[in-house]
């Protein structure tokens, strides 16, 4: 498998993303550079976390004028697997590639910590490794994670399933205690309603080897590979 | 320039003495123009020439079989095996965080970062050591949050995560506050860059921000004490971009991955001035610079704003002659501004030019090596001696040790420092094994089986009580706080804060603090390879307490072996290792339950000291142990209720009998004795570990055991008082130590 991890000014999280796919599950990866397009051959691309363009007017808004984004927007149109962290998840809403818009956290504060996540979906290209209703430790690391959206759009989300994942408590329930930014339902993380793009304020890259204690994350990587190895899944 | 314009006036602006200048005439022959007075001012001042402490700080051990780059560079290396080095140093921003606290501790973290990958190294760790007033003051809240979200938006910007520190609140810094960073980095062994113009006929390239008129003087400025015009000064605090910084540190590094850079240094304090004087100087070449090349933000700069703007982001560097277009395509990847601006040449010269015209030509050496020393007359305080005296039989002991306890958790010194950390990004790149709230981050290093150690200390109030013995407890505390994760100490960065050194009771508490840490460095065998001197840190002529800040930097191998501070399992053992005697001089005890700062500091015994730190690495690398923590603010009674608290997970109580051996009941619970480490092991080793410690004469006893939900510490041969035995319920402790600082800040 070849991934494809682009790489905006100011993105820093690239380097994690390539040393998890790469060093850590053992798969090719290939950076790719904001002013470039993609090059054939990616199964998957990664928008990693960071501040592209310092976060400066809004967080993601100048990174969707990127060259680069034409062919994300082209990948993800016909199918491909594309997943947003943090600041990733905030230039595909952005984008228009994931519906909604990033309000600054309640606190203002920016918030680093582990928080706890429920899988609200199971059966997708992104989960099929976690259980339904599994709760994830995985650290959050923003300033703007407050995730909101118009009730329409809400209820179209939750109706289709595209709510992946909610921040809960330790044992699973979603409580306005648990929820560190203000999202709007609690939620963490969407996919759109064709299921192959995927933006998550969590970092699961930060969480997916023994030797830093937790490895919630890696369920994540091996469902995406999974999906990749199964291509009836994918229609590229 | 008509040379009559240099007035005493003058002079007094750009802070130089009459000797001073007579010292720049002699070396000239002539008299300096504007554009060179301003460079001879900003070159220098105290904070770049040293002038005050250069030839003390010769008396510092700084070298040792680890050692790849001592003092002199932009930062200290210290090789760690596997090809790699760790880069590092530790900076102060005082004087602009006070003025202008997000943007000082933003431009403070600016700074070392650019130090830290011009040696050629990623940066992978940030710490900080902070001094602030009293909460309960609300120009000290506005401070405490302005540096928090200041040193929180630039290092997360950039994705170097920020992985600990220490904060230490007291009134003597309500005026000046102190924020000293920290930076850590890899390099690879065979690619450490120098700041050296190598090369005659080698271009000259500046590349990163545009020159502005921003912080102009501003090593002039901090170089001098504070009054109530403190406010006034506020231009000459830089302002910081993070996201250019990010571009600068990328493209430094990818044009370091090939061979056409000869040399770099960034542009820090007296900005152009020194990068170019001192590149020169280090390499004994000279620079000729066309001031006209320079990019600038706004038209109209004169050559002395364009050679002193310490406009931030900006680096100078050397390439290999016809190699210019390489490097400005590297720079125009990463959108920087890039222009070639000289040559190097070998007159030993800065010779700066514009359109033509010579605008100043000053000896390279000159600027950068040869300012004036000074052997700065010392002598004790008046006051020292009632410092030091305090009478124990006058201070009642303890009567309520469950309220001495909780009045020591609330105390934000000793709190939990939650509030600010979670601010900082301190995960990202992934390395983070040991986050903060622990004795000390630790962080693997990839590609290798190894993980290095990190901790930032200093207790000034032991440093104001005995100058040499808080010094040497400076080292020996930092150190300590690596042994209990497990590392070995291989080097040591400092930064010195101290007040007006024209003060002789401010040079001799300097002095004594330099003979200390010299002793303890050598005792504790670690090398100090880079620094920092913050001199004039008074306000209305108020000094701060002398706070020699220690960072220190430890191998761990293999790196799954490190351990936290906080118990881990039900039925361990608690064992403390090395001994508890009558140590209440300059406590916390003493500060918060009887408002004195008084007394002599704990005595250290670096023998002992080195005892305890050898048999504690020895038995976690055994694999024995479970947790360690050291002893420190707040004594014996506080380190138990951390390591009851302090973890994330489940939090396990204890059970503790003590004896009083003789000892007052404050001074066995809260007492500051040094060199005691407390330990948790697994139940079936506790005789072999005591057995270890007794092999390698370290004083071992078990004082407990781990479990329940409470923290109970009995005092046996006492049982005739009630009130000093301490017992909690975790909830209590944990409420009153976790939410002490946003109670304070009155966000809970």
Redesign the interface.
Known sequence: MKIGVVVF??S??D??CQ??FQ?VLGQKVEMV?H?ETLRPGLDAILLP???S????LRTGAIARFSPVMTAVKAFANKGGLVMGICNGFQILLEAGLLPGVMLRNTSL??????VFVKVENAATRFTNHCESGQVLKI?I?H?DGNYYTDPVTLGGIKANAQVVFRYCTAEGKVTPEANPNGSLDNIAGIMNAEGNVLGMMP?P??CA?T???NEAGRLIFLSMLETLHKPQLTVV | MNASVITKAVLEQHKLSEEEYKKILEILGREPNWTELGMFSAMWSEHCSYKSSRIHLKKLPTTGPRVVQGPGENAGVVDIGDGLCAVFKMESHNHPSFIEPYQGAATGVGGILRDIFTMGARPIALLNSLRFGGLDNANTRHLLKGVV?GI??YG????VPTVGGEIVFNDIYALNPLVNVFCLGIAKRDKIFLGKAAGVGNPVIYFGSKTGRDGIHGATMASDSFDEEAAQKRPTVQVG????E??LLEACLELMSGDCLVGIQDMGAAGLTSSACEMASREGTGVELDLAQVPRREPGMTPYEVMLSESQERMLMVATAGREDEVIKICR???LDVAVIGRVTDTGKVVLTENGQVVAEVPAKALADEGPRYDRPSAPPAYQDMLQALNYDALPDVKDANAALLALLDSPTIASKRWV??????????N??VRPGSDAAVL?V?GTNKALALSVDCNARYCLLNPYEGAKIAIAECARNLACSGAEPIGVTDCLNFGNPQRPEVMWQFLLAIEGLKDACEAMNVPIVSGNVSFYNETNDLSIYPTPMIGMVGLIEP??RAVTQWFKQNGDAIILLGNTREDLGGTEYLKVLHHREQGSPPLLNLDTEKAVQACTIHLIREGLVQSAHDCSDGGLAVALAECCISG?GERLGAMVQLSLDGLRRDALLFGESQSRILLSVKPHQEERVLSLAKEAAVPAAKIGTVGGNRLVVQVAGDQRIAGCTVDQELTALHEQWARAIPRALGQD
């Open positions: 000014p100011g820093n999280c380097h994690d040393y998890i060093d550079w002013k976390g960071g501040f363009y310092g976060d400066y504060n920016f918030i680093c910590k582990d650290p690391a300033a970092h890259e930060r080897e030797v830093l204690g | 979200s929180a938006g997360n910007c950039m994705g971009d993070p996201f250019t990010k571009l990847k990463w959108d950390y979670e601010q900082y990004d301190h995960m990202v790149r992934t983070t094994m693997r990839k790196a799954d994330s």
